[in-house]
């Protein structure tokens, strides 16, 4: 059974930065697609990155386009989300997922609070 362990939020100011990462426990991922996920209070979970099994290919929602990178070491098991330029609006609780067609696979971890105070 995969235990999907996300971290790395906290609260930051508005223009500051984090990185989250993600570590599938129970299964290698490497065969994976991966992917990152928002909900903020009172909205319903949202695609954020996604990343292919061999890192070659990205996808990111319009909202975070050149402010978020996604990215993976496979030989470290963990998938990565940058996050640059943060605003109030990218307040949310951070899940990552396996995915395919950007839309997730396995069942979520407890996710990790990202908070950007104005």
């Known amino acids: 059974q995969v235990q999907l362990v996300e971290s790395g939020g906290g609260l930051v100011q508005a223009g500051g930065s984090l990185r989250l990462s993600c570590v599938p426990s129970?299964?290698?991922?490497?065969?994976?697609?991966m992917g990152w996920f928002r909900q903020a209070p009172g909205k319903e979970r949202e695609f954020v990155a996604a990343i292919s099994w061999s890192g070659d290919n990205t996808y990111y929602a319009d909202s975070v386009k050149g402010r978020f990178t996604i990215s993976r070491d496979n030989a470290k098991n963990t998938a990565y989300l940058q996050m640059n330029n943060l605003q109030p609006d990218d307040t949310a609780v951070y899940y990552c997922?396996?995915?395919?067609?950007?839309?997730?696979?396995?069942?979520w971890g407890q996710g990790t609070q990202v908070t950007v105070s104005s």
């Open positions: 129970g299964r290698t991922f490497s065969s994976y697609g």
């Open positions: 997922n396996a995915v395919r067609d950007l839309r997730p696979r396995w069942d």
